[in-house]
């Protein structure tokens, strides 16, 4: 009994200084309409994310991230990555069709807290699903995730540090599969998508 006790003890003060990943329920702003359209058939593009803040790498990054959750589902015939410096929709819209894709996903970071993992982290991103044929936003969603340090446990005779949180990388391939993940029930869901 008493060593479960001291298992049980140990697992405790383990999971306690853990850091660990938080994504909030995302909101959901345009939801895919019954367009008539097969989008398994189509090819989807995924450009960087628009940020004031961040670099050209950051963008980049960011937009793998999306773009590898997406092929992942495997609903499209393809899934590929514009590695283009766009400002306007006009500009996606351009792209969309030279490179013959049907959708485009851009994004936008709204707010972005990279702490190195000694304090919470926060990503907060708009993405958009472009329908390139006819040039409208058939899909949007916020999505916010956190990362949180695990805590320092202190004792009389000993103290224990807890564990930098998850990096921002690991938010962001989370944010990238839930939306993914969320926006192939949306397809599912939709009247005319094939499935």
Known sequence: MKKLFVVGLICFFAV????????????AIVRLKDTG???EYLSCCVVPFESDKLSSDWKKRIGLYYRKALASKEVFSEVKFLDVVWRSDDDLLYYG??????????????KMLATGGGTTQRILLETDVLDVSSGKVIF???????SYPGMDLDFFWHSFVG???????????RLAFQFATLFFQELKKSQGCGF
Not at 16 to 27: D, I, Q, T, Y
Not at 101 to 108: A, F, M, S, V, Y
Request: proline share 4%; charged share 25%.
């Open 163 to 173: 564990s930098s949180s998850p990096s921002v990388e690991n938010i962001l391939e």
């Open 97 to 110: 069709a030279s490179s013959e894709c049907g959708l485009i996903l851009k994004g936008r970071v709204v």
């Open 140 to 146: 949007s969603v916020v999505q916010e995730g956190f």
């Open 16 to 27: 306690g200084c853990v850091g660990f990943v938080s994504l909030k329920e995302p909101r």
């Open 37 to 39: 359209k097969d989008y």
